[in-house]
């Protein structure tokens, strides 16, 4: 008997491969799939097909990249080479709460860069990537369309104007306390 973690890529073993991916991924990325098989070059949808399932789960998980490469028959390593390739692939869930800082240039000049820093030494990551606890992400983002409020910083759907690093602290600390009251 062949264990799940050690499908082949043969046909007959179809119906394991086939299982195994059916939990993996939504019917409609398998279908579409099943068609891409069919055309000359299938590889060549490979982007395609990882943009779908990363709509469909926010990121691209290794049991759903696995599960493609099984589906597609090409190699894990075709796979995840292109994910990783590609900076709009996200290979870690979003956190919880997305920091978006302004890089804008009325935030620019009042500071953001200072901003940004401090949020990466209290957080400790990088833009686009998430805290070890899933609850914060860091990103850049264009002019947020309130200049007035520079340097500005949105997290979720909550704007926070005129913010000084030694205000960090004190913002992520309202979503830690919130999710520590939720706990
Ligand atoms: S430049 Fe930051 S809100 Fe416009």
Known sequence: ????????????NWKEVEEFAKKALPGQIIEFIEECK?????????IKILQLVQEHYGFLGKTQMDAVAQLLQ??????????????????VPRGKYLIRVCLGTACYVKGAE????KL??????????????GLFSLEGTRCLGCCGLAPVVEI???????????????ILEQYSEKETEAQ
């Open 114 to 117: 200072r901003v940004v820093d």
């Open 38 to 46: 069919k055309e000359a070059n299938p590889e060549s949808k490979l």
């Open 74 to 91: 090409v190699p894990m390593a075709k796979v995840s080479g292109v994910a990783t390739f590609y900076h709009f692939f996200r290979l």
């Open 120 to 133: 990466k030494e209290e957080l400790g990551i990088q833009f686009g990537e998430t805290t070890k606890d």
């Open 1 to 12: 008997m062949c264990a799940h973690h050690n499908i082949q890529q043969t046909t007959d």
């Open 156 to 170: 979720n759907e909550e704007i926070f104007g005129q913010v000084t690093p030694d205000k960090i602290p004190a």
